[in-house]
């Protein structure tokens, strides 16, 4: 029997792998630990339909209506929509309610690209608004409230604003100030905090530890967060807070069911349900727990004379951003060192690595990913001796300067992308992940963007709009 798929899985899974990437449960630990291996053992037997008594996702009265009455409780919000369709359905759905077909948008240039996706779904006409770059890191940084005010300002016609915060990297972003800019222009703040689903809680349970506030709390109107990605609950599954008055919440409705499929999986509503009980009953230790095992693997990872680990102000410190270029280690070779002992990562960026930490992590996990590095730096030794620095790489300049715009092509062709330079792209360009698009449809491609492509594709990343002929779809000429 051919089965690529399960036998992948479970062979991975076998190896009892140590996981610092996506999603926040890291594996069945959490649930038999927490009294929900019953469900587990159920699974199958629980997948269903909309029988009697189970509800409905787009009509709820009944069971789902109660799981959404524990994350309006939870995050404090007026009202949290379930999502089984990732953050994706979700960013996709609130665009749509929040910004009329033909009407503009502020968007920041490094959003993730389902929002991009909602623009050609409503001919929705985007204003970049343009990330700082994280000084000395070469990633981007926080989108500043000055330029979110310009682009208003500019663009006093646009309905909405949206932006990511926490970033890939955990970058946070001001949204107290941004929503003061928002909203005394009248308009919508929408925050994709897709990366930051557990702020509510240490917020909650560890203010002391310093963490950036939830966007729910710092003013935003609807926030979209990922729980599957740090919490835990399934794959795909996520929360919508609509947290103001500002938004029309029948429109939003009328969008989310647009925008998800008729046929939502039950397993995974019931895995929202445990996250929100998991919260509710264990919730205060289980991140006390990880503030502590934060704490410790900074302390010690501090310790190692090559490693540097992005820290700032309004850090978001569960994303565990390493770089060993001290040691000659470049971001795709430090990634396969760890993948040697038995440690996934979640994103490489230049030299940079970044371990996703989540709710299911535990202590030895932390103890798993020290010693590896540990033992990097006994290994290269003569090389911090000789401080052989290999400076963090730069990030595309599509995402913090502005691409030359020309209007969304209507007839296109494709060429290759090495003949691509001047040409209007008219399909996204995606390196995935972290799926930002590094040229969107009316920008012209340059040279920056073009070696930036092959320079991914040759580390063996995916360029989402690359074919395998290596061409691109661009305006026809
Ligand atoms: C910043 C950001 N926003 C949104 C998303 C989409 O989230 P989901 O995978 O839950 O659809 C991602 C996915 O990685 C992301 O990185």
Known sequence: MNKAITSFLMDHAGRNPVSFHMPGHKGSRIYRENGYGDFLDMIMDCDITEIPGADNLFQTEGIIAETMKKYQRLYGVKKSY????????????AILACVKPGGKIILARNCHKSIFNALSLASIEPVYAYPQE??????????????IARCM???PDADAVILPSPNYYGICSDIKSIAEEVHCRGKILIVDQAHGAHLKFFEKHAADKGFPKSAEKQGADIVINSTHKTLASFTQSALLNVVSDRVNQFILEDKLQTMESSSP????MATLDINADLLETTGGKLIKDWAENLDSFYKEAKKIPGLSLIEMENFDRTKLNIDMSAYGLGGNELEEKLMKEGIFIELVTGNIVMCMSGIGNVRSDYEKLLSALKKIDEERQDFIAGRVSLRPEKQPKALTKVLEQREIPKEKEFVQLSEAAGRVCASSLIPYPPGIPIACPGEVIDEDVIEYIKKSRKADEKVIGLTSDNTVCVGKQ
Do not use: K
């Not at 999502?83 to 996709?92: A, D, E, P, R, T």
């Open 82 to 93: 379930l999502l089984v369709n990732g953050s994706s359905g979700g960013l996709i759905a």
């Open 134 to 147: 994280a000084e000395g890191y070469g990633i981007l940084g926080e989108i500043s409230s000055a330029e």
């Open 153 to 155: 300002d500019a663009n």
């Open 265 to 268: 999986s039950y397993p995974m």
